[in-house]
Each structure stands twice: as C-alpha cells, then as structure tokens.
C-alpha cells in the first residue's frame, strides 16, 4: 500500500478549523499580508488547477554567473576580471559611470583603450557571457566592444555580449531630456540596426527595470516598466525597418531580485509572460527571452554589513528559480565601498555554491503548478498589464516620463515604503532590528561617502531603505570616536519577568540610532530607580515595565528622573489612559511597536547633540 494512502487527506475546512483555535477570536484576516501594489497573499493556496506558461530560460542548463565589474581603473578591472574567471565565474558585468547599476563605482570612460584594457586576456570567443551597463556618457562602449570583437576575428555569434544601450534608463535617470525621444528614435533605431547588420543579432538593447527597484518601486511598476520599455524599442526599430521577429531578438531585459523570495520569484515568471503576449499581439509565436538579475541596491545596508550576505543569498535562489538566464551579484560591502577581493570572492561563490552544490538549475521552473507561486504571478500579470496600458493610454513610456507621472507613481510607493521602514514594519537586521554596536570592521578598497536625504521628483534615483537609519547612527558613531557612546538608562520596574520584554524592546530601538542601553536589574521605587539613574552617566532614560506596574509606579518614576537631571524619557509601551499625566511628568515620548522608530531616534539625537 503506498505510504500515503494511510493518512486521510485533510481539506481547507479542516485547516481553518486548527487556525481558529490558535488566533482564539481574532480575524483570520490578520493571516493575509499585502504587497506594496495592494495584491493579497494568503496563508494557504490550493493547488494550481490549471497548467500555466513555464518560465523557461533562453537556454536549458547553468545560468551564467556574471560577475560585476565595476572599478575605475581599467588595469585592476582586468586584474579583478581574470580572477574571477579563473575562479568559476562565466560572465563579466561591466559597469560604466553614470549607469543604471553605478551604485558608486564604476569605469570612467568608454575609449576603446579602457574597454581593450578590462578585455586583455579575457577569451571573448568561448561565450563568455557579457554584461554592458552604459550610461548616456558611456554609450559609445556598445561601439567599441564590437570592434574589439571584430578586431579579434571573432565570429559575432561566439560572443554574446548584451550591449545595454538604454535611452529610456537615461531618462529616468534624468541624463537625458524625455521630451527628446522622438528625435533620438531613430538615431537609436539606426545605431541598433548597424549593430546588427555586422552580425550582433541578440540583446543590443536593453528593457532595464532595476532602477524602479532601486528607487522604491513596486513590483508591478518593475514589470509595467520593463514592458513597456522593451516596446518603445520594439516600435522605434520596426519604424526603421527591422523585422518584427529580428527586433525582439535585439531586446533583452533586466531586473532586480531581492530577498523577498515569493514576489522575486513570481516577479521573474510574471515577465516572462508578459513579454509572451506582447509577441503575440505582434503576431509572433512567443520564444523565451533573455532575462538578466541583480541582486537588489535597495536592501543593501552599511550597517552589519555580514547579513547582506544572506539577502543576496536568497536573492539569487529566486532569480534562479524564477528563470533569470544570468545573474550578478553585489558584493556585501557595496553600500560601504568598493568591494575588495574577499567581498568579490563570497559574491562569486554564493552563485557556485547554489549552482554546483544546491543543483539549483536542474529542475526548469519549479515554482510552476505551486498554488501560491501561480497566483501571485498571475495578479503580478494582470496588474502589471493594466499599467501598461495605462501607459499607452498617456502615449507611451516616454511620454510619461517627460510628463512625470510614472516618476509620481514610483514615489508614491517609496514614501510607502519609507514610512513602513520608520515604523519597522518592514524590519531591516542590522539596521532597524537587532543592531549590532560593536561591529566586526570590514575593508573596502575606496570608501563610499553616505548619500543624502534629498530628492528630486522627476529623477528615478536609487536609494537603500536603510540609508535613514544610519544617518541617524553615523551621527552616534561619530560622537563614540571622539569621546564616549550616547547612552541611555533603563529604568527598570518590578520583577525581572515584568520588564525584560519592554527593556529589550527598548534596548534594540535606541541600538538602531547607535545609543548604547544600560540595563538594571530592576528597582522597587522611583526614588531607587532616579539614584541607579545620577550613578550611570546617562542622559536619557527609558522606563521598562508592565501595564499594571505602569498605572502605579511610572508617573512617579518619570518625575524623580526628571528630578534627577534626565534630557530625556521614554516609555517602553503605550499606557494610552495615562499618556496625558505621563507627559505632564516629563515623559518625551513612548516607543511601542508600530510607532515612528526613526522618528524618535532623530529627535533624541538632536536632544543631546
């Protein structure tokens, strides 16, 4: 009898009755969560009943493993290029100032001596797989890269070079003016078109979504960008007389994968189908194209650097599962600098070790019949579609680029996202959650300054969502160096069992803005509580208790540290019938979770700066 004919099926109703008992009266809605484009995601999904399009890559087997190029100097480029290809790497992203994935770094120019100098030595013709990314300043690279292939005698098919050349990224980058499409279209069309009359017959430009992504995007707003970029391009090079079926062959596209594992995933599957019915709609029987991943910019951190390794670990698994054709991936010191060789070297082997060790490649499209991953790509495509039509409504990307309403959409989403970070309700480890004080130090090669707050509101800038937060520790940071870490207090009520929740909670709140606690053992009256606070050296205090120790001590406890010299005081928690006669007693602020973290953080440092 086979195993599993021993154990009754179990049905939803079953499930919903053991779910009921463990949330003991409160809405199962508290179950389903939502992404940033307001699409629900459930507890529990049936199985896909009906078989949808796979996600396959372009080519069955490995995707390559891309490795970024991005230092200044084109000799130790070439340096860093043949270590990696000597140590597992089959591909080179090469990054160009001012670009898309200029997080930073980047090669300065686009001579062909630069570009000739990062290739030295590098065997163009055993397919290496390449990555451009140009800037507007730096476009000529996709000129100078084909000669150097030319000049080597290599048949163009053995090189597969995706040359990048991205008008549209410009404009939303603001390197070039939107209003300017229709008289650069077919400059555009016409530098494509020679491309490929010499033989460069795939991905010469590219639909390049990560910089929605790295501005604060949605994942519909990724996808409505990708597409409907990638048929501006497709329009501009028919106009100019390429076929329909060799123009999207020329197109390529390329998107961000973070360490949200469901929407990653579901995201890179969603293109694909997308891009499917576009081809379609053209009256093309749809092939798969070529899909290309990095590991996200925005949710890098500066702060425990360490754990970026884990974002990018998981951020790979999703591309690969989710069908990308190669991926690159950022160093975990690349918010703080140039990476070195050991940065460089566990971006590398995080994509060897989920090649070669997890086999991750050899089953194609595994998410494919998962209730959960089905559904959540389908709502991805049916949203991502309406955009896009939307977007041709107002006549096209370009044109709400130059009118700004797709850069408004992306912004609206990033203040979102920004306002969740601050109240932590998207934690980040390290900067927001449990951050470490006495960090293991890192090397970088060149350091990266920390970038403003400013914003411009036509211009798709990336930001990381962690930038807020180490602004505010930087600033603690800066006062340790030159005499002694800003501390704070805890006032500690009652039994240890009464106060170690809040006195935790706490203690991880004023880490976060690099404040260091000082934990008491606990006091009986506010008297003892005013005198352990004169004796730390403290000029802020929290108060740590329960609700009940809360109505009877803490009114008094805020009075005698306020008595006793405190700047500042807080509550760990929200005693809402005592909040006014708190105040009155000279209590600051309360900090509970949902509150504005960042928002108190910013205040107590200006308190005591």
């Known amino acids: 009898m086979p195993f599993a004919d021993a154990f009754p099926l179990a049905d939803e109703a079953q499930w919903r009755k053991l779910v009921d008992g463990v949330l003991k009266g409160n809405s199962f809605e508290t179950l389903i969560s939502k992404t940033y484009d307001d699409i629900a995601i459930a507890p529990l999904y049936p199985r896909a009943r009906e078989q949808a399009p796979q996600a396959l890559r372009s080519s069955p087997g490995p995707w390559s493993i891309v490795q970024r190029i991005d230092n200044p100097d084109p000799v130790e480029a070439n340096k860093q290029a043949l270590i990696d290809l000597e140590n597992g790497a089959t591909g080179l992203h090469l990054v160009f100032a001012g670009s898309t994935g200029d997080y930073g770094f980047g090669l300065a120019d686009a001579s062909e001596g630069t570009i000739a100098q990062v290739f ?44 990048g050349l991205n008008p549209l990224g410009g404009m939303a980058r603001g390197k070039i003016a ?24 795939r991905s010469l430009c590219v639909a390049d979504a990560r910089l929605v992504h790295a501005a604060g995007g949605s994942e519909v707003q990724e996808l409505a960008f990708a597409i409907s970029s990638a048929v501006v391009y497709l329009r501009a090079l028919e106009m100019s007389g390429i076929d329909l079926n060799a123009a999207r062959k020329l197109i390529s596209f390329r998107l961000a994968s973070d360490a949200d594992q469901f929407c990653s995933i579901a995201k890179f599957r969603a293109l694909r189908r997308l891009w499917a019915r576009i081809e379609e709609a053209c009256g093309l029987t749809p092939t798969p194209l070529h899909l290309h991943a990095e590991t996200a910019w925005r949710m890098m951190t500066r702060a425990d650097p360490h754990v970026n390794l884990l974002r990018t670990t998981m ?60 559904a959540l790509t389908s709502r991805f495509c049916e949203r ?17 680029l130059a009118s700004g309403s797709f850069q408004s959409r992306v912004f609206e989403t990033r203040a979102r996202r920004r306002e969740r970070v601050a109240r932590r309700l998207d934690p980040l480890t390290g900067a927001s959650e449990f951050p470490p004080l006495d960090e293991v130090k890192v090397s970088v090669l060149k350091p990266l300054a920390l970038s403003s707050a400013a914003d411009d509101a036509k211009i798709l800038m990336p930001m990381r969502l962690a930038e807020p937060f180490e602004r505010v520790r930087a600033t603690a940071d800066a006062v340790a160096e030159r005499a002694e870490r800003p501390k704070i207090f805890l006032a500690n009520l009652g039994a240890v069992a009464t106060f170690t929740t809040p006195a935790m909670f706490a203690k991880n709140v004023f880490a976060a803005g690099g404040i260091a606690a000082i934990d008491t053992e606990g006091s009986d009256s506010p008297a003892d509580a005013a005198a352990a606070f004169k004796t730390s050296g403290a000029k802020l205090a929290c108060i740590c208790a329960s609700d009940s120790i809360y109505a009877e001590k803490a009114v008094a406890t805020a009075r005698a540290l306020a008595e006793a010299g405190a700047k500042a005081i807080y509550i760990a928690g929200r005693p809402l019938q005592l909040e006014a006669e708190l105040h009155q007693a000279g209590v600051t602020d309360f900090i509970y979770a949902g509150c504005d973290v ?3 953080l910013e205040a107590t440092q200006r308190r005591i700066a």
């Open 384 to 400: 991502a579609w309406d955009l896009f039509q939307q977007i041709e409504k107002d006549g096209g990307l370009h044109k709400t």
């Open 178 to 201: 939107a209003e300017e499409w229709l008289a650069l279209a077919p400059k555009f069309a016409q530098y494509v078109g020679s491309l490929a009359d010499r033989g460069f017959k």
């Open 120 to 163: 030295d030595g590098v065997f163009l013709e055993t397919g290496i797989a390449i990555q451009l990314d140009l800037s507007a300043n730096t476009r000529d690279a996709a000129e100078k890269a084909a000669r150097i292939v030319e000049a080597r005698g290599i048949e163009p098919s053995l090189a597969p070079i995706v040359f």
């Open 598 to 600: 960042l928002r108190v």
């Open 315 to 374: 951020a790979v698994f999703s591309a690969a599962l989710g069908g990308a054709d190669s991926i690159s991936v950022l160093p975990f010191t690349q918010a703080l600098g140039l990476p070195d060789a050991g940065a460089r070297r566990l971006a590398r082997n995080t994509q060897l070790v989920l090649l070669e060790e997890s086999n991750l490649d050899k089953v194609s499209d595994p998410a494919a019949g998962s209730g959960a991953y089905e």
